[in-house]
């Protein structure tokens, strides 16, 4: 079978269920559906490569994949390989999307139409928990809404504040350089999350941190709603211990039954134990797809 270039990691409604997925390239994009219950099997090939850029929908070439109602992937026109990162320096410099995920509210370094749209958009700086000690605070569009904290594979999680997109960046930014809250977290911290159950100190912890915010920026436009649960949508199994890691290497193959995905972590039964492969790790490299025998498999492949 040929190779696909793993482009990115997705979750997406599929059936009205939220499912983790990979978006691949070879000549055309195709999403990997990875549904709890089905079989995958694949190779691994050497060398890392440019996945390409991401743009406005109405500037995507036919026929490219639309992520969003405005955002496309665009493949790397020279399949650059790449040592580090995702995108080689042409694509990196032709993405529209990257000035926004750097954005401190300060000064835009977006497109003009992405700044008129920034600034005529609703946005919201959030919470979300990963457990009892780790409480990120993060932006996110209305339109992004739950999709940004699944993606990330957050517990728990609510909006606090509101503005337009320049407004919530100064704020996120404020927020963490005066108390000093997470951003972003290892892989280590999200592992815990797979296996240890979600326990009352994880309210505790959001309550605590959002009473600090309200204390320490009184004058910032405040948003209310209840807190959200996220984890029945991973639908995780109960597990009796921390699951092994599966590494990525040139050339390896990796088989076994997709248990379920929170964020980019995967949960795959190998050899009857289970393991979590952080799909990140596969984005800007090639595999290879092995045909799975047996019963109950599924096609884990669809064209767009």
């Not at 997109?165 to 592992?191: Q, W």
């Not at 092994?244 to 088989?255: A, D, E, G, S």
Request: net charge positive; with cysteine; charged share 20%.
């Amino acid at each position: 079978m040929q190779s696909r270039l793993v482009s990115a990691v997705e979750w997406w409604k599929k059936n009205r269920r939220w499912v983790c997925s990979l978006i691949c390239y070879n000549g055309e994009f195709s999403q990997m559906w990875l549904e709890a219950g089905s079989e995958l099997s694949f190779k691994v090939n050497p060398g890392r490569y440019c996945v390409g850029y991401a743009t406005t929908s109405s500037r995507a070439s036919a026929p490219q994949v639309a992520l969003e109602p405005w955002k496309a992937y665009e493949p790397c026109r020279v399949r650059a390989p790449i040592t580090k990162g995702y995108k080689c320096s042409s694509c990196s410099q032709a993405d529209t999307v990257l000035p926004c995920l750097i954005c401190d509210g300060v000064k835009c370094l977006a497109e003009p139409g992405r700044q008129r749209s920034c600034k005529d958009a609703t946005a919201y700086v959030y919470m979300a928990s990963f457990g009892p000690t780790f409480v990120k605070v993060g932006v996110a569009r209305q339109s992004r809404i739950p999709h940004r904290w699944i993606e990330q594979g957050a517990n728990l999680a609510k909006r606090i504040m509101m503005g337009n997109g320049m407004d919530v960046r100064r704020f996120e930014a404020t927020i963490h350089k005066s108390l000093n809250v997470l951003s972003g977290l290892r892989t280590s911290m999200k592992v815990d999350t797979m296996w240890k159950a979600q326990t009352k100190k994880e309210t505790f912890a959001l309550a605590n941190m959002e009473e600090q915010i309200r204390q320490r920026f009184p004058d910032f436009p405040a948003y209310h709603e209840a807190l959200q649960d996220l984890s029945p949508i991973y639908a995780l199994p109960s597990l009796n211990r921390q699951p092994l890691k599966v590494k990525i290497k040139k050339n390896q193959q990796i088989t076994g039954t997709v248990m379920g995905a929170k964020g980019a972590l995967l949960l795959l039964r190998v050899n009857g134990l289970p393991h979590f492969l952080n799909l990140k790790h596969l984005v800007g490299r090639k595999i290879t797809l092995n045909t799975v025998e047996g019963t109950g498999s599924q096609r884990v492949l669809d064209e767009f």
